[in-house]
């Protein structure tokens, strides 16, 4: 079992920049920030592999947005040139099983309470 806790999200107008943060109970594989918008279904954001530091982005959010991870079981996504269409609940997931398709929001076991990013 682990334990996701996202932070970092607020109100922004539309050209700003918000950094959120995922932090795990433990150690995982790999972890995914996916988002939802009202009346809209979840959607896959971006993807990172702790060991091999492979990343997937979204092409909706490709060369504005950035995820990272430390040293200490924390994965960041920087958002740039935030858009309104960005508006959303961000959510974090870890517990995908190997080869899965990353931007399934149904292949991940664990999810954070989410954080909010509003731009206007």
């Known amino acids: 079992h682990v334990q996701l806790v996202e932070s970092g999200g607020g109100s922004v107008q539309a050209g700003g920049s918000l950094r959120l943060s995922c932090s795990a109970s433990?150690?995982?594989?790999?972890r995914a920030w996916f988002r939802q918008a009202p009346g809209k279904e979840r959607e896959g954001v971006a993807r990172?592999?702790?060991?091999?530091?492979?990343i997937d982005y979204a092409a909706s959010v490709l060369g504005r947005f950035t995820i990272s991870q430390d040293a200490e079981n924390m994965v960041f996504l920087q958002m740039n040139s935030l858009e309104p269409e960005d508006s959303a609940m961000y959510y974090c997931?870890?517990?995908?099983?190997?080869?899965?398709?990353?931007?399934?929001?149904?292949?991940?076991?664990?999810w954070g309470q989410g954080t909010q990013v509003t731009v206007s």
């Open positions: 997931a870890a517990g995908a099983p190997d080869g899965a398709t990353w931007y399934d929001r149904n292949e991940w076991k664990y």
């Open positions: 433990r150690y995982t594989a790999s």
């Open positions: 990172i592999y702790r060991a091999s530091g492979r």
